[in-house]
């Protein structure tokens, strides 16, 4: 098996925390203004993973799975609600 060969580039960060992603990586990603990341920081490595939101099928999907979770677990309307009031600070 062929290993493929990985872009190596170096960027810098500006004064405000901005990294820019060199453009040879942006091209190879496919990534565009307002690509969004899930940033992992472990002492010296800092890793940029590019997510994306689900697609509307991806999402009916997750919809069907909690709603049978929580059937299967007894949870009502009013509890759904009752914990959004929790979170939000009121009662």
């Given at each position: 098996m062929e290993a493929k060969m990985v872009d190596v580039c170096t960027t810098k960060m500006s004064s405000k925390g901005q990294v820019v992603i060199p453009e040879n990586i942006r091209k190879q990603l496919n990534l565009k203004v307002g690509s969004?990341?899930?940033?992992?920081?472990?002492?010296?490595?800092?890793?940029?993973?590019?997510?994306?939101?689900?697609?509307?099928?991806?999402?009916?999907?997750?919809?069907?799975?909690?709603?049978?979770k929580g059937r299967q677990v007894g949870m009502k309307k009013s509890d759904i609600r009752k914990a959004i009031l929790k979170v939000r600070g009121r009662k």
């Open positions: 969004q990341f899930v940033v992992v920081g472990d002492k010296d490595v800092v890793i940029f993973k590019n997510i994306s939101p689900p697609s509307l099928d991806e999402f009916g999907d997750l919809i069907a799975d909690a709603r049978k």
